[in-house]
C-alpha cells in the first residue's frame, strides 16, 4: 500500500533561515508527487507537481526536488508569510487518488 | 475566475443524523474528488466522480455515499453520523484530458462538519 511520511512535523525558523521539508514515499508506480499548502482552516492551495527522479521545480523561495525514494522542499530565506503547513501527496499509477503525509507545520518568526 | 467552492462553511449535528455537502468544481473541470481531515492529521481519499459515475473509493464505509450532477457539481452524503466524522471535508477538481494541467487538482476551502 502507498505510504507518505514526512519530516519534521513541526519546524521552527527565523525568518531569512533556509531550511529543507522532507517526504519519503513508497509506491508501486508513481504518476506524480505533488506539494500543497494549508493555512490553518482553509483548504490545500496546489504547488508543484514532480513527475519523475531528477525534477526540479520552483516558485518564489521555494524549490521541490524529487529522487526515487523521497522529494525535499527547500525553503530559501523564508518570511513570515510562508508559515504553514505543507502538504505531500503521491498518486500512484492507474490510481486516481491521492495520498497525503501528515504533513510539516513551518513557524517563520520575524 | 471562481475555483472550487463548497457548502455550508461549517455544520453542526449530532449523531445519528445525515448531512449532505455540496461542491462545485473549477471552470473547465470535470472530475470531483471528496476527501476527509481530521485535525492534525494529512486529507484521506473518499471517492472520485467523472461523467456521473463512482470512479475510485477509498476505505470507508457505505454510510459515505456521493453523486456527481451533469453540470460536474458533486454532493457527498453521510448517513447515521459518528462522533469520529467530524472533520473538514475538502473537495478537489481537476481538468479534462485534454489539457496540459490533467494531473492537478485544485482543492476547495472545505466544510467543517462537529458531530456532537
Known amino acids: 500500500e502507498d505510504q507518505v511520511t514526512q519530516s519534521p512535523e513541526a519546524l521552527r525558523l527565523q525568518e531569512g533561515e533556509s531550511s529543507s521539508l522532507n517526504c519519503s514515499y513508497t509506491?508501486?508506480?508513481?504518476?506524480?508527487l505533488f506539494w500543497y499548502r494549508q493555512d490553518p482552516g482553509k483548504g490545500p492551495e496546489f504547488l508543484f507537481t514532480?513527475?519523475?527522479a531528477g525534477e526540479e521545480k520552483e516558485k518564489e523561495r521555494l524549490k521541490a526536488t524529487l529522487t526515487k525514494k523521497e522529494s525535499f522542499l527547500h525553503i530559501t530565506a523564508p518570511k513570515p508569510e510562508d508559515s504553514a503547513t505543507y502538504l505531500c501527496a503521491v498518486q500512484e499509477r492507474g490510481a486516481q487518488k491521492l495520498v497525503f503525509g501528515q504533513g510539516t507545520r513551518l513557524t517563520i518568526n520575524p | 475566475d471562481a475555483g472550487v467552492t463548497q457548502s455550508p462553511t461549517h455544520l453542526i449535528k449530532t449523531r445519528g443524523q445525515q448531512v449532505t455537502l455540496r461542491c462545485s468544481p473549477k471552470s473547465g473541470h470535470d472530475t470531483v474528488s471528496w476527501y476527509q481531515q481530521a485535525l492534525g492529521q494529512g486529507p484521506q481519499f473518499i471517492f472520485q466522480?467523472?461523467?456521473?459515475?463512482?470512479?475510485q473509493r477509498g476505505n470507508f464505509p457505505d454510510r459515505f455515499s456521493g453523486h456527481q450532477f451533469p453540470n460536474y457539481s458533486s454532493e457527498l452524503n453521510v448517513n447515521a453520523l459518528l462522533l469520529g466524522d467530524s472533520a473538514l471535508y475538502l473537495c478537489?477538481?481537476?481538468?479534462?484530458?485534454?489539457?496540459?494541467?490533467?494531473?492537478?487538482?485544485?482543492f476547495g476551502p472545505g466544510t467543517r462538519l462537529t458531530v456532537l
Open positions: 509506491v508501486s508506480g508513481l504518476r506524480g
Open positions: 514532480l513527475y519523475s
Open positions: 466522480y467523472y461523467e456521473e459515475e463512482e470512479r
Open positions: 478537489a477538481s481537476r481538468p479534462g484530458k485534454a489539457t496540459s494541467s490533467y494531473n492537478e487538482q485544485f
